[in-house]
């Protein structure tokens, strides 16, 4: 196993049959530059389903590409107009780079706009359809006041005093890591105040208080963006990150759920803990291969959180982030690549079996 693979010692004998594989897709603050760059024009499959999102988008996809792949991005990472769109299609060009190995995921979670990514690999969407609506969406709230998010290494229920009409919990990624959203000048407020009593604190890589109620102006419209595309019954089990259970089909075809995802609350602990309760307790787990959750984007952050959770540390799935933790060279990206096939194959994920492309 590589340092990219960490398992608990499980106790009692292996679990049989092949290995099952869960894909974690993230969201904003994940991104940083030229992020799987390196993977471009090397991996054909990779490859083709980042060209499949930035054909789709015409001149902004040209754009993104030439930001995406440039040593000096023109444009900061923190502008939801470029990290959105990369990291959708690089979480979803990821995903279809892992079902091209031979693994068919079990489960999907994404995180914030990871949910789309994971919405488009089960065929909710597809593809270049989601990916309209991701850049449909940022255009929308570019008109939102000045904001930001703020990740606080404290419980939802340590930082309620410090919440109010503008300042909201964002995101739920741990039960000790909250993410507080807002506009900027109340959240800088609300992070003095969190700094006076203790409790740390960070920005996070945005500069729009994404999963906040502040954004509900801006995304007037957006349910008929949502509602003049193709929607589907998902194909693949999705963990939604709004409702911490598995998206109902009519939850899909509903507008209004992907119209109002961009403001509510990302429940990314509870979902994470939903899919390892459901794939490693079930009763009819008897039998089944051992579960591998695989980061399928930028950074290691929701490596990290699974990590956390107390049946992983008991050793019930292997974790494997596919990229390396922060920017790196192009090698440093096909040998993060390489080593977590190396970790899928060790796990037992088979090779050269190709999985359908929903797009």
Known sequence: MTRHAEKANMAGPPPDGPARVALLLPGQGAQYPRMAAGLYDVEPVFTAAMDEVFDALGATGRALRRDWLAADPPRPLDDAAL????????????????????????????????????????????????????????????????????????????????????????????????????????????????????????????????????????????????????????????????????????????????????????????????????LLDAPDGAGAGPLVLVEAGPGRTLSSIARRHPLVRRGGAVVVPLLPGRPGSADADREALAEAVAALRAAGVGEGRTAPVLS
Not at 94 to 112: F, I, M, N, T, W
Not at 166 to 173: E, L, S
Not at 243 to 252: I, V
């Open 83 to 278: 990290a959105q769109p990369l990291l959708f299609a690089v979480g979803h060009a990821l995903g279809r780079l892992v079902l091209d190995r031979g693994a068919e995921p079990v489960a999907l979670l994404g995180h914030s706009v990871g949910e789309m990514a994971a919405a488009a690999l089960a065929g909710v969407f597809s593809g270049a359809d989601a990916a309209r609506l991701v850049v449909d969406r940022v255009r929308r709230v570019a008109g939102a006041p000045a904001g930001g998010m703020l990740a606080v290494a404290a419980s939802v229920a340590q930082v309620e005093p410090y919440l109010g009409p503008d300042v909201t919990v964002g995101a739920v990624n741990a039960p000790r890591h909250t993410v507080l959203a807002g506009p900027r000048a109340a959240l800088d407020a609300v992070a003095e105040q969190l700094d006076a009593a203790g409790l740390t604190s960070r920005p996070v890589a945005s500069g729009t208080a994404f999963h906040s109620p502040v954004l509900g102006p801006c995304l007037e419209g957006s349910r008929d963006a949502v509602a003049a595309v193709p929607r589907r019954a998902p194909l693949r089990t999705v963990y939604s990150g709004r409702t911490a259970a598995p998206l109902r089909a009519d939850e899909a075809a509903d507008p209004g759920f992907w119209a109002a995802q961009p403001m509510a609350p990302v429940l990314f602990w509870p979902a994470l803990d939903a899919l390892l309760n459901a």
